[in-house]
T-cell receptor, first 114, second 113 residues
């Protein structure tokens, strides 16, 4: 079945470590997104990509990095520069960049700093 | 900048009660508007959408009308069920950059039998 797969579902990180969250989609969608969800703050956009080898910063990009080497993959790295990384991270994709189409979301990755 | 404001939750209702979750927006031009639902431990799913003024989106008994004059997109359902318990997010896609999706803070709905 088509969809978006995020892995792992739970991730624990020690302070000072970089970690990479995986996001893969087989929907052939052009645009992909990373959001961070914190209690009481809704979803905040970290990065998004409209096409392979191109991406744009969202509202809270500091301390994060992404790559888009393949259309189906959009991994997010949480670097040690991110001061408060504990959160629920959601990846999404949309078809046909430039149109207000439905966004499909993955199941999320819950990252905890220990 | 563009933004979405939702009523704070939780909204607590008995089964078969009428539901309204308020959503207002600030945006230039004519954004597209969405309601997404998030069940516990899961990602978001599109519930309904409207892309121009006076459009009504509907799905699974939920409805919302795009009101340009009041910059609102309130979510309604005539008779809620326990299975509707979830967090509901209002979102907009700006007309100047349709690749962006801007979300409200979410409203938790709790329905009791």
């Amino acid at each position: 079945d088509g969809g978006i797969t995020q892995s792992p579902k739970y991730l624990f990180r020690k302070e000072g470590q970089n970690v990479t969250l995986s996001c893969e989609q087989n929907l052939n969608h052009d645009a992909m997104y990373w959001y961070r969800q914190d209690p009481g703050q809704g979803l905040r956009l970290i990065y998004y990509s409209q096409i392979v080898n191109d991406f744009q910063k969202g509202d809270i990009a500091e301390g994060y990095s992404v790559s888009r080497e393949k259309k189906e993959s959009f991994p997010l790295t949480v670097t040690s520069a991110q001061k408060n990384p504990t959160a629920f991270y959601l990846c999404a994709s949309r078809n046909e960049a430039g149109l207000p189409t439905e966004a499909f979301f993955g199941q999320g990755t819950r990252l905890t700093v220990v | 900048g563009d933004s979405v404001t939702q009523m704070e939750g939780p909204v607590t209702l008995s089964e078969e009660a009428f539901l309204t979750i308020n959503c207002t927006y600030t945006a230039t031009g004519y954004p597209s508007l969405f309601w997404y639902v998030q069940y516990p431990g899961e990602g978001l799913q599109l519930l309904l959408k409207a892309t121009k003024a006076d459009d009504k989106g509907s799905n699974k008994g939920f409805e919302a009308t795009y009101r340009k004059e009041t910059t609102s997109f309130h979510l309604e359902k005539g008779s809620v069920q326990v299975s509707d318990s979830a967090v509901y997010f209002c979102a907009l896609s700006p007309s100047y950059n349709t690749d962006k999706l801007i979300f409200g803070t979410g409203t938790r709905l709790q329905v009791f039998p």
